[in-house]
Structure formats: structure tokens, C-alpha cells
T-cell receptor, first 115, second 111 residues
Framework: DTAVSQTPKYLVTQMGNDKSIKCEQN?????MYWYKQDSKKFLKIMFS???????INETVPNRFSPKSPDKAHLNLHINSLELGDSAVYFC??????????????FGSGTQLSVL | GESVGLHLPTLSVQEGDNSIINCAYS??????FIWYKQESGKGPQFIID?????DKRQGQRVTVLLNKTVKHLSLQIAATQPGDSAVYFC??????????FGKGTTLSVSS
């Protein structure tokens, strides 16, 4: 069983569209994250949720809206997609509350291509 | 803000050699460090971690060294294998922040 699973694996869309990426973890962790990896492989934190509560929001545009219906799920909705949004988005989870010392478990990523 | 960086973007070694991947960090308040391995098309995978009250930790074929004096972290891989080819990231953490990643070193192992 995949510990952190995200769908879709690939997402190709036109500029201006709205899209969502879903993430689920079956590890029983309390904290989930979204990271963005750019073309140079740099990984940057976007959001962190702990028990459905937003903990970290790293100056991400308002077009990005995370939603956590329960602590096992953290979805990412993106409005009015722009070319610069093209990247690989990784979902992750950890057992320690965000702000502590944490080992993250990552999903396999969603490669978003905005045309 | 401060970030974790790496000395070299690429490292090429022969199968069987030992590999050393280096990382410099600038935030002296960081007290927890992790190494991740990312294979092509996959998410980062945890390799080994170390807390700031230690200077060395060993795993299976891997050793992490932490030098707080010069803010330096290294990952040593013994008897490197083709399956070790990947991008390696160091990451740091301190209370109140999420894990911050360095820029990655691409390790290429030739047989």
C-alpha cells in the first residue's frame, strides 16, 4: 500500500484553467504538506496543515487554496493557472506537529504543465 | 531567508567507490538535519537524519556527519552502487519552521 498517494501523476492544462491535485496518506500522521519543485529541482514548502488546521503558508499566491477535509487528506486547488505554475508538486506527511523536528514522507509527485 | 545549500551540483563516481556529498547550512538555530534521495520520477525518500546533539550517525552503507562549528553536513555512501544514482538533498529544521531543503546534488554512478 502506498503511504502517501497523490493524483493525478501528470496534469497538462491551458493557462487560465482551474485544477485540483488530491493527496491522501494512510500513515495516521497529523501533519500534511505541499511542496513545489521547480525545473532546477529546488523544493520549497507551500503549505502545512496539522489536524485540518493551516499551520504554514509560505507567501503562496491566493490562487492556490489547500483544503483538508480530514487529517488524512490534503488537496490543492489552483485557480487561473499561469505558465509559472508549471512544476512538480509533492504532497508529504509527518508524525510530528509542524514546527517540531520532523521526518517527512513524500508522495510520488504531480507534474503540472501549463500551456 | 536563510537556506541550506550544497557545494556541488553533480558528483560522478565509479561503482564500488565511496561517495561524499556535502552540504553547508547557514542557520545556526537549526537543530535537526535530514538527507533525502530522489530518483527520477519519484518523490524524495528519507535516508538518514541527525540531531544537533550528535556529530555522526551511521545507517546501512550511509553515514551522516555534522560539524556545527562550520555549519557543514555530509553524507557518505560506502561502496556506491548504480542504484544509488539519484539527486540527494540535505534539509534542515528548527522549531517553528517546516523542513527547508537545499538545492540537491546529482550523483551518477558508472559501472
Amino acid at each position: 500500500d502506498t503511504a502517501v498517494s497523490q493524483t493525478p501523476k501528470y496534469l497538462v492544462t491551458q493557462m487560465g484553467n482551474d485544477k485540483s491535485i488530491k493527496c491522501e496518506q494512510n500513515l495516521g500522521h497529523d501533519t500534511m504538506y505541499w511542496y513545489k519543485q521547480d525545473s532546477k529541482k529546488f523544493l520549497k514548502i507551500m503549505f502545512s496543515y496539522n489536524n485540518k488546521e493551516l499551520i504554514i503558508n509560505e507567501t503562496v499566491p491566493n490562487r492556490f487554496s489547500p483544503k483538508s477535509p480530514d487529517k488524512a487528506h490534503l488537496n490543492l486547488h489552483i485557480n487561473s493557472l499561469e505558465l509559472g505554475d508549471s512544476a512538480v508538486y509533492f504532497c508529504a506527511s509527518s508524525q510530528v506537529r509542524s514546527g517540531g523536528r520532523e521526518k517527512l514522507f513524500f508522495g510520488s509527485g504531480t507534474q503540472l504543465s501549463v500551456l | 531567508g536563510e537556506s541550506v545549500g550544497l557545494h556541488l551540483p553533480t558528483l560522478s563516481v565509479q561503482e564500488g567507490d565511496n561517495s561524499i556529498i556535502n552540504c553547508a547550512y547557514s542557520n545556526s538555530a537549526s537543530d535537526y538535519f535530514i538527507w533525502y534521495k530522489q530518483e527520477s520520477g519519484k518523490g524524495p525518500q528519507f535516508i538518514i537524519d541527525i540531531r544537533s546533539n550528535m556529530d555522526k550517525r551511521q545507517g546501512q552503507r550511509v553515514t551522516v556527519l555534522l560539524n556545527k562549528t562550520v555549519k557543514h553536513l555530509s553524507l557518505q555512501i560506502a561502496a556506491t552502487q548504480p542504484g544509488d544514482s539519484a539527486v540527494y538533498f540535505c534539509a534542515e529544521n528548527q522549531a517553528g519552521t517546516a523542513l527547508i531543503f537545499g538545492k540537491g546534488t546529482t550523483l551518477s554512478v558508472s559501472s
